[in-house]
Nanobody, 120 residues
Framework: VQLVESGGGLVQPGGSLTLLCAAS????????MSWYRQAPGKERELVAA????????NYAGSVKGRFTISRANAKNTVYLQMISLKPEDPAVYYC??????????????WGQGTQVTVSS
């Protein structure tokens, strides 16, 4: 099982980034997918989630209206489009896949993370 994030980097305040998470080794279309983030000294927090079919999403209040999660099951990929990035958005962003009734989930996979930095 692999979840490989990409797309992170340095962006100015107000800028945009799109993160990608490429999945392999499991039946991607059967898993709910989420993006979490963790800033230094803070706990990991849920940013956005999408159900297996892609028809239902939810967001943390701090990113609602600025971030959009989507998925392409044919490509085994989940995306996080981020606009209007703020100084409080920098963190390592992690991709998560879960399946089954939970938490805790019987199947729960994590990527290695991708760094997002917001600085002028």
């Amino acid at each position: 099982v692999q979840l490989v994030e990409s797309g992170g980097g340095l962006v100015q305040p107000g800028g945009s980034l799109t993160l990608l998470c490429a999945a392999s080794g499991f039946t991607f279309s059967s898993y709910a997918m989420s993006w979490y983030r963790q800033a230094p000294g803070k706990e990991r927090e849920l940013v956005a989630a999408i159900n297996s079919a892609g028809g239902s999403t939810n967001y943390a209040g701090s990113v609602k209206g600025r971030f959009t999660i989507s998925r392409a099951n044919a490509k085994n990929t989940v995306y996080l489009q981020m606009i209007s990035l703020k100084p409080e958005d920098p963190a390592v962003y992690y991709c998560n896949a879960v399946h089954g009734l939970g938490p805790p989930y019987e199947y729960d996979y994590w990527g290695q993370g991708t760094q997002v930095t917001v600085s002028s």
